[in-house]
């Protein structure tokens, strides 16, 4: 099955810096890439996604970047606000989502 | 927008009481429903997945006869943890996609804690 690996596994930025956090997948029938942002006790939250047959994509502050041939993906906010401050999840699916192990992302104003 | 609800959000009971928890996609049908379970400070694990009208498709580790779910109609899912024990305790989501290429969207989630 699917392997996803997310690193790291905390991120502390100060406000306005940039953030970056990677994940790499094993099965090359992946061909969905999804960002979730979950708050403490809430529902994860899709901020962003990418498919197999594009090499980037961005929505204002955040973009996502994949590399097919490498295997791995990456997830860049800019600007970077103290709402920011969450858990980011990366996944990987060819037809169910795999999740990576997460990343506490803490923006200190 | 797509929306799945999900109840109840937090549920506190004795050791060896069982807990049903429903997902329900509100604005379209899901032939197909994922349940997760998340641990603290972990990311979220894929128990099964729900079809309508035919069986669960459970994970590697997840046992069947504990967590049965039941799809019986194309907008609601159920999880029914049996005799759950304090190593049940820990936050367990539903998920379900619209249809098509779109992705999927996550009831809230509901808070399972066993004294």
């Known amino acids: 099955g699917e392997n996803v690996e997310q690193h790291p596994s905390t991120l502390s930025v100060q406000e306005g810096d940039s953030a970056v956090i990677k994940c790499t997948y094993s099965?090359?029938?992946?061909?969905?890439f999804p960002w979730y942002k979950q708050e403490l006790g809430k529902r994860p939250q899709l901020i962003i996604d990418?498919?197999?047959?594009?090499g980037e994509k961005k929505d204002q502050r955040i973009a996502v970047t994949l590399n097919k041939t490498a295997k791995h993906f990456s997830l860049h906010i800019t600007e970077t606000q103290p709402e920011d401050s969450a858990v980011y999840f990366c996944?990987?699916?060819?037809?169910?989502?795999?999740f990576g192990g997460g990343t506490r992302l803490m923006v200190k104003p | 927008g797509a929306v799945v609800s999900q109840h109840p959000s937090w549920v506190i009971c004795k050791s060896g009481t069982s807990v049903k928890i429903e997902c329900r996609s509100l604005?379209?049908?899901?032939?197909?429903m994922f349940w997760y379970r998340q641990f603290p400070k972990q990311s979220l694990m894929l128990m099964a997945t729900?079809?309508?009208?035919?069986?669960?498709?459970?994970e590697q580790g997840v046992e069947k006869d504990k967590f049965l779910i039941n799809h019986a109609s194309l907008t609601l899912s159920t999880l029914t943890v049996t005799s759950a024990h304090p190593e049940d305790s820990s936050f367990y989501i539903c998920?379900?996609?619209?249809?098509?290429?779109?992705?999927?969207?996550f009831g809230d989630g509901t808070r399972l804690s066993i004294l």
């Open positions: 729900s079809n309508e009208g035919s069986k669960a498709t459970y």
């Open positions: 099965d090359s029938a992946s061909n969905y």
């Open positions: 990418i498919r197999s047959n594009v």
């Open positions: 996944a990987a699916s060819p037809n169910m989502l795999t």
């Open positions: 604005d379209f049908q899901a032939t197909t």
């Open positions: 998920s379900a996609i619209p249809g098509g290429d779109q992705p999927q969207h």
